[in-house]
């Protein structure tokens, strides 16, 4: 049997723990609803966070069998959102060209789109990447 290329990234993972209480490491695996959860009550009160540190390599598993591999680097447009998110470098790297231009004229929406992107990234590049 042929295995899928890798599309999600153990070590992004454990970097983007480091900020788990914000559920970050969550939503680059695509589990939203918990994202959002450990948003909402800073990784479960902690704990739910220090569990997540034995928990990444499943999730790592899972998102590579969940999201398509393709032109599109998963790792790559995360790391673009995370640290430049806001001047929508992400939606240029898509090749999202005109939301780009209005990520970064308005601040990524005054940060409500950048909010957008990062809870539904992962579908965004899956999407790109099964465009042929």
Same mark, same amino acid.
């Given at each position: 049997?042929?295995?899928?290329?890798?599309?999600?990234?153990?070590?992004?993972?454990?970097?983007?723990?480091?900020?788990?209480?914000?559920?970050?490491? !969550? @939503?680059?695996? &695509? %589990?939203?609803?918990? #994202? *959002?959860?450990?948003? /909402? $009550?800073?990784? =479960?009160?902690?704990? +739910?966070?220090?569990?997540?540190?034995?928990?990444?390599?499943?999730?790592?598993?899972?998102?590579?069998?969940?999201?398509?591999?393709?032109?599109?680097?998963?790792?790559?447009?995360?790391?673009?959102?995370?640290?430049?998110?806001?001047?929508?470098?992400? !939606? @240029?790297?898509? &090749? %999202?060209?005109?939301? #780009? *231009?209005?990520?970064? /004229? $308005?601040?990524? =929406?005054?940060?409500? +789109?950048?909010?957008?992107?990062?809870?539904?990234?992962?579908?965004?590049?899956?999407?790109?990447?099964?465009?042929?």
């Amino acid at each position: 049997m042929e295995e899928r290329a890798s599309t999600h990234s153990i070590p992004l993972g454990y970097l983007l723990w480091i900020f788990g209480f914000t559920g970050s490491h !969550r @939503f680059y695996y &695509g %589990k939203t609803w918990t #994202g *959002i959860l450990y948003y /909402c $009550t800073f990784g =479960l009160l902690g704990v +739910g966070w220090i569990i997540d540190f034995f928990l990444i390599p499943g999730m790592e598993r899972e998102s590579n069998r969940k999201f398509a591999p393709g032109r599109y680097d998963y790792s790559v447009a995360w790391l673009l959102l995370t640290f430049l998110g806001i001047f929508g470098v992400h !939606r @240029f790297y898509l &090749g %999202k060209w005109v939301s #780009g *231009i209005i990520w970064l /004229c $308005t601040g990524g =929406l005054l940060g409500v +789109g950048w909010v957008y992107d990062f809870i539904n990234m992962n579908e965004i590049v899956n999407e790109q990447n099964l465009l042929k």
